[in-house]
């Protein structure tokens, strides 16, 4: 029975259908040849069931579906659910068995109408006397038909009822049976002149592009051979692979596959064909055809579970053989290098996958800097396949036995679990995975499938080994190389030399496999992180600091940045790093360095520091500052704040993770002044981050230069006086278009750093579409701060501090015109802009509060053994013990939150850590100013006073309880996503 006798297309609703076969070898003697008008023969007909011979379930599906308040078409859209992969489709092939398909047909129905829906009904709909009872003029029409000696065939495709009989809903004799299939094909090819069916499984007629010349081939053949017989060379491609072009060739009696490298140009040592004669005991390349099955669908569909884990435990088996070959007494030590095999490979497919890069992807990038960093202490050295997965193995028909291992060109000596790695890479694809079916979403219990888990445990038992802990490690490197193989699959599509029809598709598909990738990296660094031994905790000094080390020289590469040696290893990318100690040597050394500086330089400038900006002078840079900033920047410490993900070549910063840089933010967080002093504070960071990551070339050399150079400061504009702007979408500034510019209107506050004279730049937020969706209304502009129409109104004060010379401004913009290649990256980009802009900015403002809570607690705990009140020193008074305790704690509780954002930032990217940044914007403000109060109460009025640093980091830790968002907002958005995880 066909889709279309269910479905009961109009096209089908006619009386009978005919077809003229001219020459149908099995009819009756001597039964006549009926002519039509047109003159041909006609020898037979054939009629199609559903809606020709019996009813059309469709329509009484339709039928069924208004009596019981289903959505008209459900059972419709549940057949065509999935297409040839679909339930139905399988079905109809036998894949699966009807109770399979009615359990799966009744989710599709229970999902698309939304109810829970009961599929007994399809039952009823296949034998409900109404559709099997046949239509009695098709009865009498069979009948003349017969009479007049034309033979008659159905159309049906024929299953089995829950019951175990064959469903047929026909009187059989009514129709000609063919009972020996195989005569008939026989009988059929004869007279069609060609063949009917694939006689070698899994090929297909040579590609156009895949095209060899079969004469000088099939001469060569004859000669290597010696073959005499007569009869042309068949020649098939096999639709199987992505890289090296296999054809199955037929000459006389001699059955052989060759393979060989595709066409055109290649990368150096891609393809490595040659490799596979050690395996098969010649260097042509032509191997013996053997015949079994392949499996392409690791699901394994339409045999037993019994069967599916017999096959698994083979293919296992099978590896484990291949990495228990002796090899000196199969003369195979020579067959590649020991030792340090996971090195060269991921050396090897960087280069390859540089070498055919098309366009930049995150989690490639991301992984080519973590994977040389978290390589295997140990490995074994084995042969190993370097390809093995279920579809290269070929196995007995009957016994499940595998017979032969396909595809060596990877082979070489090398560590035994990458080869076990890269055959479970089907357990994490999805079953639509377009190039090949894969396991993620199957039940593997019901299928009788070993999970990952189970098979790698398999392979470490036969093998005799114990489990590897770093497993994650192997499925990163396993789903990066696959992703470099895409790549290079793609690259050579574009110029038509792969040899898959598929090929193209790659291309979509490397981005996926590389965040499969990454989220095993990500595995791996959580495993590490828990379990880390806790015998030897990491000790911390917060305020008195180790002596000076070594300063190493100046990079070469950096523009914009005078730092350590040219590529610093990050021991600690990937890692959770609790303390400077734990920091890479070239990091540490960057943190000794900076915290030198620091209390050389900037604390005792302080107090000059702060009369200037109590002094009239105030809204003119200090010249001391200025000093200091030449200072830093000749040692090397300036500009380290963009994180290697936004700038992974290290043109404009120092290349520091974000859990490397939150050290030395805490450092920088000491001191009020610190963070300009080496071009790290806010906004600024923010803005430069804005312009390395979406900035044009122009764009970039006009504000991002002068700011990376300290030449010229910035502001951010989105803060309105009329709206609650901790919803961002509520603003109301305007951006229009208008002769080939656009015209700003707008009313902005707490605009900070805009009063300074240095301010060159203002990033500006506002609205282009009030009519667009909630979050692509906003756009950004790059506004120069002397255009006409920007007027500043007032400078706003935190508790009575202005925080000169950069302020705090009221502004407003009237009527600005900015030339349209001001717009960062385009209209209705803003609120994206803006949410990339706020993940490092919320982590540098967290770490710089545990830096100056750091401060306070330090001068709380000198204040306190200094002072006596009552008759005892103050650090001998319960109060004051109970505080510093408690600051102690809470500063230690934000620290650990706030550098597992960090890392989870550098391990997962930005948007994956959105909860713990949320997390640290709630925690850290709220603690600082806790701690920093207790400083004040112990000092008493001193405190309130600037002769303390106190009164100022009170009203910066207060104040960040709105900057970037309020408190309120991100409790709402750590609620949401804590529900959205469940129970």
Known sequence: MCIRWLLGSSQLQRAWRAASLKHLPYGHQGTRRWRHSG???????????????????????????????????????????????????????????????????????????????????????????????????????????????????????????????SFLPLDRKQFDVVNDPETAVKELKTLLGFTLRTVVPNTRPVRKTMEIPKDSLEKYLRDLLGIQTTGPLELLQFDHGQSNPTYYIKLANQQMVLRKKPPGTLLPSAHAVEREFRIVGTPFYVMEYCSGLTYKDPSLPGLEPSQRQAIYTAMNRVLCKIHSVDLKATGLEDYGKHGDYITRQVQTWIKQYRATETSTIPAMERLIEWLPLHLPSQQRTT??????????????????????VLDWELSTLGDPLADVAYSCLAHYLPSSFPIQPGLGDCDLTKLGIPTAEEYFRMYCLHMGIPPTENWNFYMAFSFFRI????????????????????????????????????????????????????????????????????????????????????????ASKGALVFSPEGLSPPVREVYQRLKQFIERHVYPAEPELQ????????????????????????????N?????????????????????????????????????????????????????RYGTEEQKARWLTPLLEGKARSCFAMTEPQVASSDATNIESSIREEDGFYVINGHKWWISGILDPRCQLCVFMGKTDPH????????VLLVPM???????????????????????????????????????LGPGRGFEIAQGRLGPGRIHHCMRLIGCSERALALMKARAKSRVAFGKPLVEQGTILADIAQSRVEIEQAR?????????????????????????????????????????????????????????????????????????????AVAKMELKHGL
């Open 896 to 972: 650990l939150l706030v550098l597992k954002a960090a890392h989870v930032m550098d391990v997962a990217g930005n948007k994956a850590a959105a909860l713990d940044i949320a997390m640290i914007k709630m925690v850290a403000p709220s603690m600082a100013s806790r701690v920093i109060d207790r400083a004040i109460q112990a000092f008493g009025a001193a405190g309130l006073s600037n002769d303390f640093p106190l009164a100022q980091f009170f009203a910066g830790a207060r104040a960040l309880r709105f900057a970037d968002g309020p408190d309120e907002v991100h409790r709402a």
């Open 483 to 570: 992703a470099a193989i895409l790549q290079g699959v793609y690259k050579r599509s574009l110029t038509g030399q792969a040899s898959s029809a598929t090929a193209e598709q790659s291309g979509k598909l490397t981005e996926f496999m590389s965040n499969l990738a990454w989220d095993f990296a990500v595995k791996e660094g959580f495993r590490v992180f828990k379990e880390m031994p806790p015998t030897k905790p990491l000790t911390r000094s917060h305020h008195m600091w180790a002596r000076p080390q070594f300063l190493p020289r100046t990079l070469g590469r950096r523009s914009y940045v005078t730092s350590t040696d040219s590529s610093p290893a990050h």
């Open 611 to 638: 009369s200037h900006q109590a002094s009239a002078e105030r809204w003119t840079p200090s010249p001391l500052v200025e000093d200091l900033k030449e200072k830093a920047k000749a040692e090397g410490l300036w």
């Open 772 to 779: 667009a969706p909630r979050h692509q209304q906003q756009s």
């Open 383 to 404: 042969v190993v396949h370097g390809d093995f997965r279920l579809d290269n193995l070929l196995f007995h028909p009957e016994t499940n036995e595998v017979l032969a």
């Open 39 to 165: 003159g041909s023969t006609y020898r037979a007909v054939i009629f199609d069931m559903g809606g020709v011979l019996i009813p059309s379930p469709g329509k009484m599906a339709a039928e069924w579906e208004v009596r019981n308040h289903i959505p008209s078409g459900t059972v419709l859209k549940a057949l065509s659910s999935g297409g040839e992969n679909g339930p139905w489709m399988k079905f109809m092939r036998a894949e699966i068995t009807i109770e399979d398909f009615l359990q799966e047909f009744r989710k599709l129905c229970s999902e698309i109408s939304k109810t829970d829906m009961s599929v007994d009904f399809f039952s009823f709909l296949l034998t409900n006397e109404q559709v099997v009872k046949q239509f009695p003029v098709m009865t009498e029409a069979i009948t003349q038909i017969r009479a007049k000696g034309l033979q008659t065939a159905l159309l049906s495709n024929n299953f089995f009822l829950p019951n175990g009989k």
């Open 786 to 824: 002397d255009t006409p129409g920007i007027k500043i109104i007032r400078p706003l004060t935190v508790y009575g501090l202005e925080d000169a010379p950069g302020g705090h401004g009221e502004v407003l913009f009237e009527k600005v015109r900015v030339p349209k290649e001001n717009m960062v």
């Open 640 to 692: 380290l704040f963009l994180p290697i993900e936004t700038d992974p070549e290290r043109k404009y910063g120092a290349g520091l993770t974000n859990v490397e840089y939150a050290h030395l933010c805490e450092l920088m967080g000491t001191s009020l002044y610190a963070p300009e002093i080496f071009n790290c504070s806010a906004p600024d960071t923010g803005n430069m981050e804005v312009l390395v």
